[in-house]
């Protein structure tokens, strides 16, 4: 049973976007990486750390419960060993 893992690191749309209350973040990593997912509001403070430790290859999802923060735009922040990354996305209730 041969997990699918990607040559290069991938991230998925976040969905569903918009959201209320869930949304799920997906990524795909070549090999093995610490990953750190953390949600942001737009004025940069930390919401919620989603994951944070060593990933193996292959493909991961984490949800984010966002029934505790009010509506509007919020960021996913991504860090691998293959760089940076980030997505808008928007709760509204």
Request: net charge negative.
């Amino acid at each position: 049973n041969m997990a699918i893992v990607p040559s290069d690191f991938v991230l998925k749309a976040a969905y569903p976007n918009p959201f209320n209350p869930t949304t799920t973040i997906q990524y795909g990593l070549p090999e093995a990486s610490q990953v750190t997912v953390s949600v942001f509001d737009v004025s940069g403070r930390l919401i919620q750390e989603l994951a944070d430790g060593v990933m193996d290859a292959g493909y991961h999802s984490h949800t984010w419960n966002a029934s505790m923060v009010s509506s509007g735009v919020y960021f996913i922040h991504i860090e691998t060993a293959y760089g940076i990354s980030n997505q808008k996305i928007m709760l509204m209730k």
